[in-house]
């Protein structure tokens, strides 16, 4: 092999492997980006503990106990009791998806947040349920409630509770299929879904009540709302006094 040869060779192989190297380079970096995005969503994801689906209160008992209660201890709640709500809101019960709630074409237009004050071992926020999982992620830092209180026209359960359950809705899931009746389906629903909280809160002995008078736009923003999405109710759960 003659000199030149011998240098186009060389400068091939320096070519090679200057490729190369920046190829692994950039196969780290990326693998680093989506490692930092599970780690994020690790970190920001909750699973809940799986609810129970038996307890020593019957159907009749749970109605006749069902009261609005306004006034709570400040004691905190425990996860399992939050997951038990949340469950009873808008859970999974079925292989196909199906939820405690019915709804309109099974279309699903709720969604259901925990603004956690006073939970066992779980940090302050805003965490949005997700039930296909049985999740809550975690949409907003700190502890919410007095800013929820003011929203909802200073009603004291609000701040006083250990947590608010706040129910949304994007009415277009079910507008784009029922046209303008679609809303009401979707009030229906928001109904439906709040008795499930009244009776699971007593078969739990904790208290709640649904709140329908708030400044929708200030709640949104409290809450990290996305734009096509309306908050309906808001229910404080706590200890009863
Ligand atoms: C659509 C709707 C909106 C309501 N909004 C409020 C509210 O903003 N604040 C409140 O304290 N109670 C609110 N309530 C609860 C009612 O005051 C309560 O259901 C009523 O007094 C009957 O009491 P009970 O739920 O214990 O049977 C609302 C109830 C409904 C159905």
């Given at each position: 092999m003659n000199k030149k040869n011998k240098y186009i060779l060389a400068l091939l192989a320096v070519v090679i492997l200057a490729g190369a190297a920046a190829y692994v380079i950039l196969l780290l970096q990326n693998a680093e980006d989506k490692s930092n995005i599970t780690m994020k969503n690790k970190l920001e994801t909750i699973k809940l503990p799986e609810p129970r689906y038996e307890s020593e209160t019957s159907v009749e008992e749970a109605l006749l106990a069902r009261r609005s209660v306004?006034?709570?201890k400040s004691e905190s709640l425990t996860l399992e009791e939050v997951s038990q709500i949340l469950w009873a809101?808008?859970?999974i019960?079925?292989?196909?998806?199906?939820?405690?709630?019915?709804s309109a074409g099974a279309l699903y237009p709720l969604e259901v947040y925990a603004v956690v004050g006073n939970v066992d071992d779980f940090s302050e926020g805003v965490y949005k349920y997700k039930p296909q999982c049985h999740?809550?992620?975690?949409?907003a830092e700190g502890d919410k409630r007095m800013e929820l209180y003011n929203a909802a026209l200073?009603?004291?359960a609000v701040k006083n509770a250990a947590v608010a359950v706040v129910f949304s809705a994007v009415y277009e899931r079910t507008t784009e299929k029922y046209g303008e009746r679609g809303e009401r389906y979707v009030h229906l629903e928001t109904g439906h879904a709040a008795q499930n909280v009244y009776l699971q809160?007593?078969?739990l002995d904790l208290g709640t009540v649904v709140i329908g008078a708030f400044d929708d736009s200030e709640v949104k923003k409290i809450?990290?709302?996305q734009d096509d999405e309306q908050p309906l109710y808001i229910m404080p759960v706590g200890r009863k006094k």
């Open positions: 306004r006034d709570y809101a808008q859970g019960t079925d292989k196909k998806g199906s939820r405690t709630a019915p999740e809550l992620v975690k949409v200073n009603q004291s809160a007593a078969v809450m990290n709302m």
